[in-house]
């Protein structure tokens, strides 16, 4: 679990790299649940055959909501909290560009840069963290964007 920080050392962490999250494998089963959850049962993601004689990618790949999603799991693994703040609320997704396909069975990490931390009111702080979701072995990433993040105080009552 990362640590929690006061919010003058919050905000000096703005325009650093924060640091990377564990590594998650997105292998087949993974691929699979996803398209059982979403419907989206489109070959490229759910056929290896197919997939690999078909298309450019040499087998199945994730779905990129599923690449997307996974960013949560980063986020618990790797960004500080607030002291006080135990409340994270996913504010939005800005700019969220998918660069590169992750293929069935790699392992990927989340890098998190902290761009601005602003105050909100009494007890709340906008996060907007620049997030990058690496696919080991690979010099593009699968995914980049910004998310936001309301860091609360106590509940929201």
Known sequence: MPEKL???????????????????TV???MIDGFCDV???????????????????????????????SLITQ???????RLKGHELVINYGLEKIRFLNPVPSGSDIRGQF???NL??????????????????????KPAMIGTWLTLLVAG???
């Open 6 to 24: 006061t919010i003058s050392a919050y905000e000096a962490l703005q325009g650093k790299v924060i640091g990377h999250s564990h590594l998650i």
């Open 27 to 29: 292998d087949q089963k």
């Open 38 to 68: 979403t419907g989206d049962y489109q070959f490229i993601h759910n056929d290896p055959k197919r997939a690999k004689d078909d298309t450019p990618f040499g087998g199945t790949i994730a779905h990129g909501f599923l690449t997307l």
């Open 74 to 80: 980063m986020y618990k693994d790797n960004v500080p």
């Open 113 to 115: 840069t902290l761009k």
């Open 118 to 139: 602003t105050k909100r009111r009494e007890g709340q702080y906008l996060a907007e963290n620049e997030v990058q979701v690496e696919i080991i072995g690979h010099d």
């Open 155 to 157: 509940g929201l009552g």
